[in-house]
């Protein structure tokens, strides 16, 4: 069709696998997190809140998902990019909106192609991503079988 394209995105199928192999390793870890998966546009696809989790990592976690599937990059990676060019350390986090520069964000990547992004929160950012690399897995997974 002329003056469209097509953008692959994650179906709710793998976005709740995601979901669901990342709260698993919550429940092992002995942690109360949120996890959220959107989609290629941000859209929240997929969610969980695990009892005893925070109030405020609904909002983290969904930020954090969506800044990764927005910028195709992994939230952690943000205070590498940003640290040493002071007009970006200033204006990045308080100038766009919803940007999140700690870890426990990350891509979901097939091909290339961003087809969404995972955010976990309720830990320290090193537990969010740990519980957040166990959701990957699932992307691995179902795009190696």
């Known amino acids: 069709m ?15 696998e995601i979901v669901n192999r990342a709260v698993a390793q919550a429940v092992e870890d002995g942690g109360a997190f949120v996890v ?3 989609d290629e546009s941000g859209v929240q696809k997929a969610f969980a809140r695990m009892d005893g989790a925070p109030l405020l990592s609904v909002q983290v976690a969904q930020d954090k998902a969506y800044t990764a599937a ?13 640290k040493g060019d002071e007009p970006l350390r200033v204006g990045a986090p308080t100038g766009i909106d919803r940007l999140v520069i700690f870890g426990g964000g990350y891509p979901l990547t ?6 969404g992004g995972i955010g976990v929160s309720g830990g ?11 959701g990957l897995r699932a992307l691995e997974a179902a795009t190696t079988a």
């Open 2 to 16: 002329a003056n469209t394209y097509n953008r692959p995105s994650i179906t709710l199928e793998l976005a709740q």
């Open 36 to 38: 959220s998966v959107v």
């Open 70 to 82: 927005g910028f195709a990059m992994p939230t952690d990676g943000w205070f590498d990019f940003i």
């Open 110 to 115: 097939i091909d290339g192609a961003v087809i």
């Open 124 to 134: 320290h950012y090193s537990q969010d991503m740990a519980v957040a690399q166990a």
